[in-house]
């Protein structure tokens, strides 16, 4: 049994507010460990579930954040930028079994600690036919079409409770409570720890491979917080303006449309002018 950890911060013990998550800040440097917690305590509950080999993809902002030699040696880790699949590569190979979203967090527009689709600001919404999309909700409909079901999500509250739309079988755990976009009542990393590695080891059990569901067409929409990005993410072949601040493209699979969406997030944050957006 294969398992793959998409670890993205955002949705990590004791995280926040933007220092937590930025590179290079003291808060990150703290947070880091904390981050790497809830993620080896994945690792070491799937291995206690059975699992044969867990694979830890990075996922957040340089993808180059969790701490390597505090993980679980039975584990590997892809770390860095510039990966086919962003936040789920790994998934395309056929190996994997299942797949656990840890450190999630709500999508842009949402409530939720540091709420945000891909770009910390920018994006207020995301659409997959017609359905306000999560990270998360992005990313299930792209292993959907590899047969991999989604086992476990952690992040606050508010993301286990988007969790339940689009992976509604997968074990949650919350390791805050929402209170604003930058506050939240956290639970120790010790106690984290301890409910994400249980809840890994029962998910172990989920991790069983499905028909691949089948493929779109999906219709993307995007809306940004200025003109001048929906206008600039109309470079990308196949993205129209359907609105002042919104485009929308339509893609044959989710693999070609969370390509195309990570094209038009690098377009428009290429397109932010310091202070004005």
């Not at 990966?83 to 056929?94: D, F, N, Y």
């Not at 659409?127 to 999560?134: E, I, L, M, P, Q």
């Not at 994400?196 to 499905?210: F, G, T, W």
Request: charged share 20%; proline share 3%.
């Amino acid at each position: 049994m294969k398992i793959l950890i998409s670890a993205d911060m955002e949705g990590a013990t004791g995280v926040t507010w933007p220092a937590d998550v930025l590179p290079g800040t003291p808060q990150w440097e703290r947070c880091r460990s904390m981050f790497t917690s809830d993620v080896n305590a994945a690792v070491l509950g799937f291995f206690d579930g059975g699992a044969d080999e867990v694979l830890v993809n990075e996922a957040h902002w340089t993808m180059r954040n969790l701490l390597l030699e505090q993980l679980d040696e039975r584990a590997e880790m892809l770390t860095g930028r510039h990966k086919s699949l962003s936040m789920i590569e790994g998934v395309q190979h056929g190996d994997v079994d299942g797949i656990a979203f840890i450190g999630y967090h709500a999508g842009a527009g949402m409530e939720g600690v540091l709420a945000h689709t891909y770009l910390a600001n920018q994006i207020t919404g995301v659409w997959v036919d017609g359905v306000r999309a999560s990270e998360g909700l992005l990313n299930s409909h792209v292993v959907a079409e590899y047969g991999v079901p989604v086992v476990l999500v952690t992040g606050d509250d508010l993301a286990c409770e988007d969790a339940l739309g689009y992976a509604p079988g997968a074990l949650k755990v919350a390791v805050k409570d929402h209170v604003s976009r930058y506050a939240a009542v956290c639970r120790t990393p010790a106690r984290t720890a301890a409910d994400i590695r249980s809840a890994a080891k029962d998910a172990a059990a989920l991790a069983v491979r499905h028909e691949p569901v089948a493929a779109g067409p999906h219709t993307v929409e995007v809306e940004f917080d200025a003109e001048h990005l929906s206008m600039a993410a109309t470079v990308v072949p196949g993205v129209r303006r359907v609105a002042e601040r919104k485009v929308a493209y339509t893609s044959d699979t989710m693999y070609e449309g969370i390509r195309t969406f990570k094209a038009v997030t690098t377009i428009a944050s290429a397109a932010v002018e310091e202070q004005y957006g």
